[in-house]
C-alpha cells in the first residue's frame, strides 16, 4: 500500500501571500488530519477532516482553512501569510475511529519571507 | 484538557539502554502512542498502550500505568540511528479522535 503523500515538499511563499498544501492519504483511509511542527511548539493539531466533513478544528485563526474531496484528498489552505506560519505542514490518515493509528505523509516546510 | 510531559532532551551512548518518560493529565484517556520522528522527516508509528503493562518489540518496549498517568519508552542496544525526536501522545476516549502530542524528546545517541 501506498504511504501518505504531500504536495509541494518545500515552499517559500511572501507576508501576505496565500497557499495551498495537498495531502493523499493511505487508500481506504477516510479521515486526514492536518498538523503545524515548529521547534518552539512542537505537533499542534490544525484541523481533521472525516467523510469530506470537518470532525475536530484546533485553536488557529481563520486564515487556515481545508476540505476534503470525495476521494479522502485533503487540501489546506493558509490566506495573508505571516512570518510565524513558517513551519513543517504534517498531514496523517487514519480509518477514523478513536485509538486508530495516525500515518504521517512526509509534510511540507513552508518558509514565509 | 490534555497536559503531556516529557523530557526535552536525552543523550545515551551507543549499546545502552536508554528510558524516555512520559506523564499525563487528561480529562480522558483510551491509550499512548509512542512515536518516533527523525530530523526533517515525519513521524513514525512506534506502539500504542491501551492496557497496563509493558509491551515489547524488538529493541524497544513501551510501558504503561493508566492509575499514575504514566508511561516509558525503553529503547535497548541503542543504535546512532535511533538518534531522533520521541513523540509521545495521548488518545481521548471516542468522540474526539484526535490525540494530543507532547513536544517530543530529543535523543542523542553518541559513539
Known amino acids: 500500500k501506498a504511504g501518505v503523500t504531500q504536495t509541494p515538499r518545500y515552499l517559500i511563499k511572501t507576508r501576505g501571500q496565500q497557499v495551498t498544501l495537498s495531502c493523499s492519504p493511505i487508500?481506504?483511509?477516510?479521515?486526514v488530519s492536518w498538523y503545524q511542527q515548529t521547534p518552539g511548539q512542537g505537533l499542534q493539531f490544525l484541523f481533521e477532516y472525516f467523510s469530506e466533513t470537518q470532525r475536530n478544528k484546533g485553536n488557529f485563526p481563520g486564515r487556515f482553512s481545508g476540505r476534503q474531496f470525495s476521494n479522502s484528498r485533503s487540501e489546506m489552505n493558509v490566506s495573508t501569510l505571516e512570518l510565524g506560519d513558517s513551519a513543517l505542514y504534517l498531514c496523517a490518515s487514519s480509518l477514523g475511529e478513536s485509538g486508530e493509528t495516525q500515518y504521517f505523509g512526509p509534510g511540507t516546510r513552508l518558509l514565509v519571507l | 484538557g490534555q497536559n503531556i510531559d516529557q523530557p526535552t532532551e536525552m543523550t545515551a551512548t551507543e549499546g545502552a539502554i536508554v528510558q524516555i518518560n512520559c506523564t499525563y493529565q487528561t480529562s480522558g484517556f483510551n491509550g499512548l502512542f509512542w512515536y518516533q520522528q527523525h530530523a526533517g522527516e515525519a513521524p513514525t508509528f512506534l506502539s500504542y498502550?491501551?492496557?497496563?503493562g509493558l509491551e515489547e518489540k524488538g529493541r524497544f518496549s513501551s510501558f504503561l500505568s493508566r492509575s499514575k498517568g504514566y508511561s516509558y519508552l525503553l529503547l535497548k542496544e541503542l543504535q546512532m540511528k535511533d538518534s531522533a525526536s520521541y513523540l509521545c501522545a495521548v488518545s481521548p476516549p471516542g468522540g474526539s479522535y484526535i490525540p494530543t502530542f507532547g513536544r517530543g524528546t530529543s535523543l542523542i545517541v553518541h559513539p
Open positions: 487508500s481506504g483511509h477516510r479521515s
Open positions: 498502550n491501551v492496557l497496563d
